[in-house]
């Protein structure tokens, strides 16, 4: 890009005050807070926990990333742009409630990461710290507890040893938890988090990863409901690091049951939900040529059965049903994103390419090979809603 902008001939072109112009306008701005809101994964609903009442008097923010701003810019850059906390934001989305802030503990506790292997009881000053919480939450409505990771434990040179909450994390979700304020998950982290315990009784949980200047507001627009969540995981959610490598895709036998040990995702590739319901119907597959030179065309039809407009990512899957070296149980070949008001109906329509099609063989050629191929198209890696294939000949 230097080289076709002629930066080796010239460094110094144009006028460097116009960038001052440009960066951060107002356009680069909207852009940030779609990307912020387009990102947040509804991961669970239970009891259509959300979105919550904006009738809600008491809002107890809880939680090391709630009111965390510096440890959250990640660049190799400037950053100029504040971060807007979580706390902030609910603050200011909710101005008439009384909206309450307590850190509860730190993302990493002094032992860490000695911690990840052994428990060590708290000491007076985490005591205090997640006592305060609880209290907090006992007086509150709702409690919203913001956790995760940040710059301290989610960096290029920092791989983990576990994947659960780090710190005092789980301690302190499962106290407040205990106080019977209902509670809603937030999760801030860069990176996938098994978080078996929440998912079985926290009853909302999102996942933001890290949204950027405007977290605050996209995280209350989405739990508030003036933002329908619509993203999906990236990346596979294991249950444990024992099951590593448990990624997508996989191969044949990867995610396979034992009496002996966890089998499957916590949250499958590809996974998210959202405040409506979406109908996959009409699955067509047309082939310009059934030849191993050929593509193929794959389309649905997707309806939004619900009452609320959202967004939903269809996702196209292959399967090459008999090859002659060993390849994915299914692979995602095609996504599209696409936002339906309530009753609307869209058609989606993906290509199949030889380049989606073929293979590396056991004497290293790319080729398409003949035979079956399994086409599913679904919500997520998991949740497939309609099946079809096809035949490729020789």
């Known amino acids: 890009m230097k080289f076709e902008l002629g930066l080796f001939d010239d460094p110094y072109k144009g ?23 387009e990102s947040i994964v509804l991961l669970k609903n239970e009891g259509h926990a959300l979105p919550l009442s904006k009738d809600v008097r008491r809002v107890a923010v809880i939680g090391p ?17 504040p971060i807007k906390s979580v706390y902030q934001g609910l603050k200011e989305y909710l101005p008439d409630a009384e909206v309450g802030y307590a850190k509860g503990c730190d993302i990493i506790d002094r032992y860490f990461p000695e911690s990840e292997l052994y428990d060590v009881p708290l000491d007076a000053e985490e005591s205090k710290a997640i006592e305060e919480a609880v209290e907090l939450a006992r007086g509150s409505d709702v409690a919203v507890l913001v956790l995760g990771g940040n710059e301290k434990t989610v960096r290029e040179e920092y791989s983990r040893t576990s994947l659960d909450l780090c710190g005092r994390q789980q301690k302190l979700l499962e106290a407040v938890y205990a106080t019977g304020t209902p509670v809603i998950l937030v999760m801030v982290d860069g990176r996938a988090s098994s ?16 949204p950027g200047e405007f977290m605050g507001d996209a995280v209350a627009q989405v739990l508030f409901g003036d933002y329908n969540p619509g993203g999906k995981l990236p ?9 590593i490598p448990l990624a997508f895709p996989m191969k044949p036998g990867a995610d ?11 949250y499958p590739f590809g996974y998210g939900l959202s405040y409506t319901d979406f109908e996959y119907s009409d699955l067509k597959i047309e082939q310009s040529a059934p030849g191993v030179g050929g ?14 407009e959202g967004d939903e990512v269809v996702q196209l899957y292959l399967r090459d049903v008999v090859s002659s070296v060993t390849t994915y149980v299914k692979v995602l070949r095609g996504f599209e994103r696409v936002s339906l008001r309530p009753g609307e109906t869209k058609e989606v329509s993906f290509t199949l390419t030889p380049q ?11 080729v398409v090979e003949p035979g079956e191929f399994k086409v599913m198209v679904g919500s997520s ?10 035949h490729v000949n020789v």
Request: with cysteine; charged share 25%; aromatic share 10%.
């Open 295 to 308: 593509s193929v065309t794959v389309s649905c039809k997707v309806t939004n059965t619900g009452d609320r």
């Open 256 to 266: 396979s049951d034992g009496f002996v040990r966890v089998a499957h995702a916590l």
């Open 195 to 210: 978080i078996n315990w929440a998912q079985k009784y926290v009853p909302g949980i999102i996942h933001a990863w890290f």
């Open 356 to 366: 989606d099609l073929g293979l590396w063989n056991k004497d290293g050629h790319f």
């Open 15 to 37: 006028d460097a005050r116009k960038v001052y112009d440009n960066v951060h306008c107002d356009d680069h701005k909207q852009v940030s807070l779609r990307a912020a809101l």
């Open 235 to 243: 990346v596979t959610f294991p249950k444990s690091v024992g099951q």
């Open 381 to 390: 890696s998991e949740d497939i809603r309609l099946e079809g294939g096809f």
């Open 65 to 81: 990333n709630a009111d965390e701003t510096e440890n959250l810019i990640c660049r190799y850059g400037p950053a100029n742009a």
